[in-house]
């Protein structure tokens, strides 16, 4: 006998309990399936973002940064401290109990909004009379029903043609997150997100450390005057970055891993490490969902195909977050996540792909929203830029980071923002001003005559925005 739900929720991450917890809240009867296991096989709901993503490689990097402060910076302060050093199960114990309490969290609201939760894969396995027959397969097999469904099943770390993740040795984001001991040598392939902050981690408590990028500009999504600086940050810190590098034959042995691989100028080289992260990308995972069976549409890729509202192919039935087009960031699942549940709803969900706000928390950390500045001049927009650098403002040098500056692009004729970027210090609390004045239209000169507070970062957002018209009142 199947169990009756308004709404099915297959997978647990950022995008489906989110959409679970709002179908809730809007008087809908909500299941929500997840698979995820905690260490001793119980539910572990949050999806990749919380189990081996986002919260863990920021707890590793507040670890990996109060140690290099404690070695690096406390003597600026007249802070005498003598022979730091680390305790990396220990750092990583934390770690553990910090995605526990988001796990725990997450099975608190379920609780709190009357969503049903059940541990286990969830898959279609046949339409029925206005809706679907949703199985699954856990501990105990369970048969679920619903008019709607949302698919919110996330991706799953590419791997290098023919180098599959072993998670001892070629590490994805996964391994990376569960290294026991500090690493002499740390090989990454491709300056992605995770590795770059995984990077960061590592190279901050003692490994060498030597990023292998097949394209020739570094970060190339991000705005390059803003790419520059950053670069300039990490080849300083001595992360080793390798630009246009063509990796061949990767072997792995007792001695840890070799990889082949040919330099920007054509030279061959060998590069030996003792772990190897893979950071090139993530594919949208519909593994066993059993989409054919039911003939739901998936692209080349293998995304789930939904239109601008996230409908699917099959009628009642949604998709979010990374198995769906556009970036593979956590907080658009969930704001996809509430607005499918808003349009079941009969409601009018919103979601502004122009002020989505990227991050990256290396340090200095790297945050932008809108378009760079290389986007603009390929479209032929006329724009106006402003930059304002960290060195010029007095909370950043009373915190001993004054790396980095906030950049503003705005339109040459109306003023409005199309962009803001930042690297430096808390860039991804600062990004968040942009967001709101972007989503609002607001122009650069709104920005530039708002009283920010003394001494503060966002103070640096507003003479940047001030640049704009060539008007910075402290550089």
């Known amino acids: 006998m199947s169990k009756q739900f ?38 572990a709901p949050g999806g990749t973002c919380t189990n081996v993503g986002c919260i863990p490689s920021k707890a590793l990097l507040q670890s990996s940064e109060h140690f290099e402060h404690a070695n690096h910076h406390f003597a600026d302060h007249g802070i005498s ?34 969503v049903s939760f059940f541990h286990g894969r969830g898959s279609f396995v046949k339409a029925v009379d206005g809706g679907y027959e949703i199985k699954v397969s ?12 949302i698919v919110a099943t996330g991706s799953n770390a590419r791997a290098l043609p023919g180098v599959p993740f072993d998670e001892e040795n070629i590490l994805s984001n996964d391994g990376a997150l569960r290294i026991g001991a ?10 992605g997100v995770i590795g770059l902050e995984m990077g960061s981690v590592w190279r901050r408590l003692g490994a060498e450390v030597t990023v292998l990028e097949g394209l020739p500009t570094f970060l190339g999504a991000v705005d390059e005057q803003i790419a520059k600086e950053a670069k300039k940050a990490f080849d300083k810190q001595g992360l080793k970055i390798e630009l246009g590098a063509k990796v061949g034959e990767i072997k792995t042995g007792k001695a840890g891993v070799s990889v082949a691989w040919t330099n920007a100028k054509g030279e061959a080289q060998t590069l030996a490490v003792d772990k190897l992260i893979v950071s090139i990308g993530r594919v949208p995972n519909t593994t066993g969902l059993n989409a054919e069976g039911v003939g739901l549409k998936l ?4 995304a789930i195909v939904v239109d601008d ?24 699942a969930e704001e996809e996540g509430v607005a499918v549940a ?38 032929g927009r006329a724009y106006k830029a402003g930059t304002f650098p960290f060195l010029a403002n007095g909370r950043a040098r009373a915190l001993g980071d004054t790396t980095g500056m906030v950049k503003f692009l705005a339109d040459a004729a109306t003023d409005e923002i199309l962009g803001v970027h930042i690297v430096g210090p808390m860039a991804s609390e600062l990004i968040s001003e942009a967001v709101v004045a972007m989503e ?25 925005a001030l640049a704009v018209d060539k008007r910075t009142l402290n550089f």
């Open 6 to 43: 308004d709404v099915i929720v297959i997978g647990g991450g950022p995008g489906g309990y989110i959409a679970a917890i709002r179908a809730a809240q809007l008087g809908f009867g909500v299941a929500c399936i997840d698979e995820w296991k905690n260490d001793k096989g119980g539910p």
């Open 81 to 114: 401290a003598r022979d730091v050093k680390m305790d990396v199960a220990k750092m990583v114990g934390r770690k553990d109990a910090v995605v526990k309490q988001n796990n725990d969290g997450i099975l608190y609201l379920f609780k709190k909004n009357k």
């Open 138 to 149: 856990g501990a105990a097999e369970e048969i679920l029903t619903a008019k709607q469904v």
């Open 182 to 191: 500090v690493p002499k040598k740390l090989g990454l392939i491709g300056s």
């Open 299 to 302: 692209d080349e890729r293998g």
């Open 309 to 332: 509202e996230c409908r699917t192919s099959l009628p009642g039935v949604w998709a979010v977050g990374d198995v769906v087009r556009g970036p593979m960031l956590a907080h658009k």
């Open 342 to 379: 808003e349009r079941i709803a009969g409601q009018h969900g919103h979601v502004n792909f122009n002020t989505v706000p990227w991050v990256i928390y290396t340090s200095p950390e790297i945050a932008w929203v809108g378009q760079t500045e290389q986007q603009l001049k390929s479209a």
């Open 440 to 464: 609002f239209r607001a122009s650069a000169e709104d920005i530039a005559r708002i009283c920010h507070a003394h001494p503060s970062l966002s103070e640096a957002t507003k003479e940047a």
